[in-house]
């Protein structure tokens, strides 16, 4: 198997994409689950969607954009939408959730628009939506490697002030944390985060990684790092099955991945309810 | 002469159109132990909010310190606990150490970590709220009232020299909230922490504070407990309005 790694480049660049991102999702998936704006990373996915139809319209359409991957302008629709979630988050504090509806049927209409205006594309636009990790190239890994470090880089210097924050945001605030540019700076982390994981897992399942393996960790952790530490070994573990799923099956890797944090999840499930049975008729 | 922590000059306040503080003068001296009372949106949450900046006065001025407020800071002077803090998101993954610990961080700063002096704050905040043996629970986990000290913890990890306390024991039970009063007593009497507590609860007057101020849009009384006791049904009656019924527990 690892011999496997060293002969091929491709299946390299893989791994190390895999790795990359069942890292930083899981990571910034905690935050925004325990505020409950899992639905964000969604909404942001289907921005990216739009961003990175944009791009192939423009390849099609404008000479000087074909040297320009389509997830670079997805990663600029990502981020662009971000702002606009902050920005709708201040406007409505007891509604912060309605910026979703809004980015998801938006990312959605404008990116079938583009579709459609481009006539089709002769790229594979299911790569984009279902991911494809065999397929990233080494300049994708570097701009997937160049997003890690940044996230990485954001959590520490601000874990605790995103801690304080995501606990009790009035307080974090008269304790001196400066709120509006701490989240404006993570949602344009999450932004990036989606970017870089939509060859991975796809657009239609960015926000399973985000949010499955931390749902995992939440049955049976009771402090804040080990929920960060079980769900980067979960999200880790997934996306290693679906790697080789995807190479030895040829089963879609993005689905692999996603069904795998499912499982990890129902197993977790069970072993509580049969460790919880086991408790109340201790076998004598 | 004694240091004025609170200085509250002419304050007024209103939401909308309606006003809710009307001309509120009040000072709280170093040291001192002030029991806020007043009726159901009577204001105190709102006075509270100006105090430490979240609200910004329509007229009048606000001194802490001596220093006029201006920015939400509580800048490790102030401890604050407010009337909502535990209506937070019970399946929130932290433990009362950690959740503690947070009411140091906007003090250590960017960059700055927790080190072992921090961490030794942390166990001793949780120790003089007596949950020690509870420092490694989740916090959802928690009863009311213990979920109540650990907030008390973090208002208090800070080593503060004035503690805000909006409606602390709502929620808690009795023998928990009379060992409540009890740690309040021991922080001013023994720490000489000054402190705001605002309260429906009358009985408390007579037994731990030694000021008294009674709130509704207007300050209708401050002054000291005995005094206030003396005159509670006619400083009531107007606070309150006619047919009041607070709770009242005298020791006859
Ligand atoms: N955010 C707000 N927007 C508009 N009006 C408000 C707001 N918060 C409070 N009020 C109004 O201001 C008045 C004072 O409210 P406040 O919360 O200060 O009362 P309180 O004395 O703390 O009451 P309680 O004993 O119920 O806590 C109330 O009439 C309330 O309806
Ligand atoms: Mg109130």
């Known amino acids: 198997m690892f011999d496997l790694l060293i002969q091929y480049e491709w299946m390299r660049n893989a791994l190390y994409a895999g790795v990359i991102i069942g890292f930083i999702s899981p990571l910034v998936g905690v935050y925004l689950v325990v505020r409950r704006l899992s639905l964000i990373a969604d909404a942001l996915a289907h921005v990216t969607l739009s961003g990175v139809a944009a791009g192939l319209l423009m390849q099609k359409e404008v000479a000087w954009f074909q040297g320009v991957n389509p997830l670079y302008t997805g990663m600029f629709f990502s981020l662009a939408g971000s702002m606009f979630v902050e920005k709708v988050r201040s406007l409505y504090r007891s509604y912060q959730e309605l910026a979703i509806p809004i980015l998801l049927s938006g990312g959605i209409g404008l990116g079938v628009v583009l579709i459609s205006a481009a006539d089709g594309f002769n790229v594979d636009i299911a790569g984009y939506l279902f991911g494809s990790i065999l397929a990233v190239d080494e300049g994708e890994l570097t701009l997937i490697a160049g997003i890690g470090i940044l996230v990485v880089l954001f959590f520490l210097f601000f874990y605790k002030e995103m801690f304080a924050l995501s606990f009790d945001e009035e307080h974090a605030v008269l304790t001196g944390i400066s709120r509006k540019i701490i989240n404006l700076l ?37 402090s804040f790092r080990q929920t960060l530490i079980w769900s980067v070994v979960f999200s880790q573990l997934a996306v290693f099955s679906g ?21 990890i999840l129902l197993l977790i499930l069970a072993v509580k309810r049969i460790v919880r049975i086991f408790r109340r008729n201790p076998v004598s | 002469m004694k240091e004025h922590v609170i200085e509250i000059k002419n304050l007024h306040f209103s939401y909308e159109e309606q006003p809710v503080l009307d001309g509120i003068n009040l000072v709280l001296d170093r040291g001192q132990f002030l029991g806020l009372v007043g009726p159901n949106g009577s204001g105190k949450s709102t006075l509270i909010k100006c105090v430490l900046g979240m609200l910004k ?56 970590r927790m080190g072992r002096l921090e961490w030794k704050k942390v166990d001793q905040a949780i120790a003089k709220v007596g949950l020690s043996a509870f420092r490694d629970r989740n916090i959802g986990k928690l009863s009311g009232g213990q979920q ?53 609860d009358i009985g408390v007057l007579s037994t731990s504070v030694d000021q008294v ?37 005298h020791h006859h």
């Not at chain 2, 800048?75 to 950690?98: C, D, H």
């Open chain 2, 148 to 200: 109540q000290r650990a907030f008390i913890a973090r208002a208090l990890v800070a080593d503060p020299d004035l503690l805000i306390l909006d409606e602390p024991t709502v929620g808690v039970d009795a023998k928990s909230t009379e060992q409540f009063y009890a740690l309040l007593t021991e922080l001013h009497r023994h720490h000489g922490l000054t402190l705001l507590l605002v309260t429906h």
């Open chain 1, 243 to 263: 790697l080789f799923a995807a190479y030895y099956l040829d089963w879609a890797s993005g689905g692999t991945i996603v069904l795998v944090s499912v499982a």
């Open chain 2, 213 to 249: 101020a009674c709130l509704n849009k207007r300050l209708f009384f401050h002054g000291d407990p005995d005094e206030f006791a003396q005159r509670e049904q006619e400083i009531l009656t107007q606070a309150y309005g006619h047919d009041i019924q607070i709770v009242s527990h």
């Open chain 1, 186 to 222: 993570f949602m344009l982390v999450v932004a990036l985060v989606i970017a870089a994981s939509i060859r991975v897992v796809g657009i239609l399942l960015v926000s399973a990684l985000m949010t499955i393996p931390v749902a995992a960790s939440l049955q049976f952790t009771n």
């Open chain 2, 57 to 112: 006065p329509e007229r009048g001025e606000i001194r802490l310190f001596g220093q006029p407020v201006r920015h939400a800071r509580l800048g490790g002077r102030i401890g604050y606990v407010s009337q909502k803090a535990n209506s937070f998101n019970l399946g929130f993954p932290a433990t009362v150490k950690e959740v503690v610990a947070s009411g140091l961080y906007g003090q250590l700063g960017l960059l700055r």
